[in-house]
């Protein structure tokens, strides 16, 4: 304020106009700093919301059974094969069904997909546990994925801001999640509709052809009644 200059007019335009000159730069470069930082925000964001996603998705992946076999069988697809032909060749009618063999197969494939995206995502502790997992799954060992389970939900809960779980709650180990067999039941209700749909297809034929018929003999029976009538009247007027 000390070299403002108010004596005369130019003067004073000039100063006003290097007020608002500075101003506006100054409104500028908060703007700028601003956006910088909204947008490094949203970005840090969308990161934890990734990561988080991509987490939860392995936790269910690895934690969804708490019954039944909680080990990952390590067979790969060659031996499984293998063992699936034996059982075909054994079997008296050929028959035998493959889904215990095609089944783990799945869940192996599920487990060592969740634990890559654990190895990239996680913490320190959580990469060193899917690391120390994907090793005894590569040297052809069970592998059971309990502790690496309760490292994810306590992570993922403490992210959420979520209540810790209860000391004197007793959680039963868990284990892979066991996969469902949908794709025959979707078949089988395809199949359904479509006999549905046929069979729709054929009564409406037969209701149009019942339909054909009676309209068919109304109009022979309605004829030979006109005709009848046109010969009793041309009688009647003959006598």
Known sequence: ???????????????????????????????LAMQTIQQRRERENRQINERLRTLIAAYKTLGGSFTGNLAV????????????ASI??????????????????????????????????????????AAKAAG??????????????VTLR?????????????????IPKQGPARPSASGGRGKGDGGAKDDARQGGG???GGMAAGAGGLGFGAGVGSGLGVGSAADDESEHHHF
């Open 1 to 31: 304020m000390r070299n403002l200059d108010f004596s005369s007019l130019p003067a004073l335009l000039s100063t006003l106009f290097g007020l608002a000159l500075i101003t506006l730069i100054g409104v500028g470069v908060r703007l």
């Open 73 to 84: 069988d390590p067979t790969h697809l060659g031996d499984l094969r293998r063992r699936a």
């Open 88 to 129: 075909d060749a054994d079997a008296a009618d050929g028959g035998e069904p493959k889904t215990n063999s095609d089944r783990a197969r799945r869940v192996r494939d599920a487990v060592e997909a969740a634990l890559s995206d654990i190895i990239l995502l996680g913490t320190e502790e959580q990469v060193r546990l």
């Open 136 to 149: 005894e799954l590569a040297a052809g060992r069970p592998v059971h994925t309990h502790e690496l389970v």
């Open 154 to 170: 306590d992570f993922i809960r403490q992210v959420l801001d979520l209540d810790v779980v209860p000391g004197d709650v007793a």
């Open 202 to 204: 054929k009564g409406g």
